[in-house]
């Protein structure tokens, strides 16, 4: 990828394609959509903000807790935003009958598969309901599938395809997590044509920079990296799983891509003391106690180097000794 960066880097003295057909061929073929069916975001962030101000509904329903800046982005349009508690008694799951029962024309709501920060995936049959009903009261519903790359068996998951079914669907992807271009800023989102037009409206015309087009039509085709990325994530993610679990009075959540969820029973004092010592030596994690819907001691962990994990745990046992 950094070939394909430095390679167009003569390229920046011109405009990029407004259209980034190229990449648009790419994504299409990687992801098996039509190209009419694809729109692009300067990172998946930016279509949030450009779904709420082109379909301006008035109520987005959220299931937390979840990704702050969808709540963010419907704010700044003027959007009423409902939670929908996602209770850990219940694995983090929606109560989907009393979710549907809120649907209406003016609503969206916004899904994430995995959800950030739970690891929480959706499954077909349960998203497929979700939907059905969603159809039938004209409610939009947005599938953040930002994290799902990181999987294996993604295609298992991925609610991409559905939108030949359920034309107010519309799937977000974010290229900057499983292909790390953050400082890129890369994303797409899938839906039906005439929604995609709309959208396409709402955004700025070179919004998609030259080296991020070119380097996001080689990050697809790297499939190398693809199959390490995946292998290395599983066998990482399971191991760190299991070394944190084995700390007195950490709740461990499963997790299900890079990331790790879990729950200091010692409560909010001893968290603040161990995001202390951790920064101390260098090592952040992120507090999720402040998302809405997690009112105890959440820490969510990255996944990283083997090397990496063992110094976080080390310093874990060293803070539990004290």
Same mark, same amino acid.
């Given at each position: 990828?950094?070939?394909?960066? &430095?390679?167009?880097?003569?390229?920046?003295?011109?405009?990029?394609?407004?259209?980034?057909?190229?990449?648009?061929?790419?994504?299409?073929?990687?992801?098996?959509?039509?190209?009419?069916?694809?729109?692009? *975001?300067?990172?998946?962030?930016?279509?949030?903000?450009? &779904?709420?101000?082109?379909?301006?509904?008035?109520?987005?329903?959220? !299931?937390? !807790?979840?990704?702050?800046?969808?709540?963010?982005?419907?704010?700044? =349009?003027?959007?009423?935003?409902?939670?929908?508690?996602?209770?850990?008694?219940?694995?983090?799951?929606?109560?989907?009958?009393?979710?549907?029962?809120?649907?209406?024309?003016?609503?969206?709501?916004?899904?994430?598969? !995995?959800?950030?920060?739970?690891?929480?995936?959706?499954?077909?049959?349960?998203?497929?309901?979700?939907?059905?009903?969603?159809?039938?009261?004209?409610?939009?519903?947005?599938?953040?599938?930002?994290?799902?790359?990181?999987?294996?068996?993604?295609?298992?998951?991925?609610?991409?395809?559905?939108?030949?079914?359920?034309?107010?669907?519309?799937?977000?992807?974010?290229?900057?997590?499983?292909?790390?271009?953050?400082?890129?800023?890369?994303?797409?989102?899938?839906?039906?044509?005439?929604?995609?037009?709309?959208?396409?409206?709402?955004?700025?015309?070179?919004?998609?920079?030259?080296?991020? %087009?070119?380097?996001?039509?080689?990050?697809?085709?790297?499939?190398?990296?693809?199959? =390490?990325?995946?292998?290395?994530?599983?066998?990482?993610?399971?191991?760190?799983?299991?070394?944190?679990?084995? @700390? !007195?009075?950490?709740? #461990?959540?499963?997790?299900?891509?890079? &990331?790790?969820?879990?729950?200091?029973?010692?409560?909010?004092?001893?968290? %603040?003391?161990?995001?202390?010592?951790?920064?101390?030596?260098?090592? @952040?994690?992120?507090?999720?106690?402040?998302?809405?819907?997690?009112? *105890?001691?959440?820490?969510?962990?990255? #996944?990283?180097?083997?090397?990496?994990?063992?110094?976080?745990?080390?310093?874990?046992?060293? #803070?539990?000794?004290?």
């Amino acid at each position: 990828m950094r070939e394909a960066i &430095f390679s167009h880097v003569d390229g920046i003295v011109n405009y990029p394609d407004p259209e980034a057909r190229a990449l648009k061929t790419a994504i299409a073929s990687f992801y098996d959509v039509p190209q009419k069916k694809i729109v692009l *975001g300067n990172g998946a962030a930016e279509l949030f903000y450009c &779904f709420f101000y082109i379909v301006r509904p008035k109520r987005l329903l959220l !299931p937390v !807790p979840s990704f702050s800046e969808y709540e963010r982005a419907a704010r700044a =349009a003027g959007v009423k935003v409902i939670y929908l508690p996602l209770l850990k008694k219940h694995g983090f799951s929606l109560d989907l009958e009393a979710a549907v029962q809120q649907f209406s024309k003016e609503d969206v709501i916004l899904l994430c598969s !995995p959800n950030n920060p739970t690891g929480r995936l959706w499954e077909r049959k349960e998203l497929c309901v979700l939907l059905e009903k969603a159809e039938e009261r004209g409610t939009y519903v947005v599938m953040d599938e930002s994290f799902l790359d990181f999987r294996e068996d993604g295609e298992g998951y991925t609610s991409r395809h559905l939108t030949n079914e359920y034309p107010h669907l519309f799937v977000v992807q974010s290229m900057t997590k499983f292909f790390a271009l953050p400082g890129l800023r890369l994303g797409f989102g899938i839906a039906e044509p005439n929604l995609c037009r709309q959208l396409e409206s709402g955004k700025d015309v070179w919004n998609v920079n030259f080296l991020a %087009q070119a380097a996001g039509v080689a990050a697809l085709s790297d499939t190398v990296y693809h199959e =390490a990325a995946r292998s290395f994530v599983r066998r990482e993610k399971k191991f760190l799983a299991a070394e944190l679990a084995k @700390l !007195p009075g950490i709740e #461990v959540f499963a997790p299900s891509v890079n &990331f790790i969820l879990f729950h200091l029973q010692q409560g909010k004092v001893f968290l %603040q003391q161990l995001i202390m010592a951790l920064r101390e030596r260098g090592i @952040l994690l992120r507090d999720c106690s402040n998302y809405s819907g997690l009112d *105890g001691a959440y820490l969510r962990a990255a #996944v990283r180097s083997r090397a990496d994990n063992e110094r976080l745990l080390e310093v874990m046992h060293e #803070v539990w000794k004290e």
